[in-house]
Each structure stands twice: as C-alpha cells, then as structure tokens.
C-alpha cells in the first residue's frame, strides 16, 4: 500500500536551514506529482509546494517562494523540502502528499508528518 514517511524537522533558530525527506514506497513515485503541506498550530493546512514527475517544474506559496525549493530524485523515491531563511510564522507539521494522477490534482495520500519548531 502506498506509504509516505517525512523526516528531517526539529527545532530551530529564526534564519536557519532545515531539509525535509520524504519516502515513498506503495505506487510508482516517478509518476505522479507530489506535494508538501503545512499545518500550523490551530490553523488549518496550507498548501505549500508542488513538484512535477519529473521534477522540471515547481511550484511555491508565496509565504515560502525564494525561500524553501521542492526537489525530487525518483532513483530513490524521496521528496525533499530544503528550508532557508526559517521564520517563526513556518512553524507547522509538515507533510507531504502524492497527487491523484501524473497531471497534478488534488492529493490522495499523506504521511504523518514531521514537526519544524521555529524558535529562538
């Protein structure tokens, strides 16, 4: 069955760097666009970023655009989110998500989620 496993969060200081992994294993990684989303505490969840199979085109919120890039190496199934410049305000659960198809859409599959804490 599909699984999608996050890793990578923790505590760190305003203007530091954190980089989220994501592993895929249950479908065809390569084919389908992937997401990563937000949830922070008592708010709903935020979309964040968006990556096409084959990782040539990408896509951002403007809350994070120049500052964190979606990445994907389909060799090894894994999702990444490479966090610079932390604010505060990007203290959240973070997810990532598989799409329903290879042309993007809404998601159908989440992981657990790792937890990023912004903070001096």
């Known amino acids: 069955q599909v699984q999608l496993v996050e890793s990578g969060g923790g505590l760190v200081q305003p203007g530091g760097s954190l980089r989220l992994s994501c592993a895929a294993s249950?479908?065809?990684?390569?084919?389908?666009?992937m997401y990563w989303v937000r949830q922070a505490p008592g708010k709903g969840l935020e979309w964040v970023s968006a990556?096409?199979?084959?990782?040539?085109?990408?896509y951002s919120s403007d809350s994070v655009k120049g500052r964190f890039t979606i990445s994907r190496d389909n060799a090894k199934d894994t999702l990444y989110l490479q966090m610079n410049s932390l604010k505060s305000e990007d203290t959240a659960v973070y997810y990532c998500?598989?799409?329903?198809?290879?042309?993007?859409?809404?998601?159908?599959?989440w992981g657990k989620g790792t937890l990023v804490t912004v903070s001096a």
């Open positions: 249950g479908f065809t990684f390569s084919t389908y666009w």
């Open positions: 990556i096409n199979t084959g990782g040539g085109s990408t």
């Open positions: 998500a598989k799409a329903t198809s290879a042309q993007g859409g809404s998601m159908d599959y």
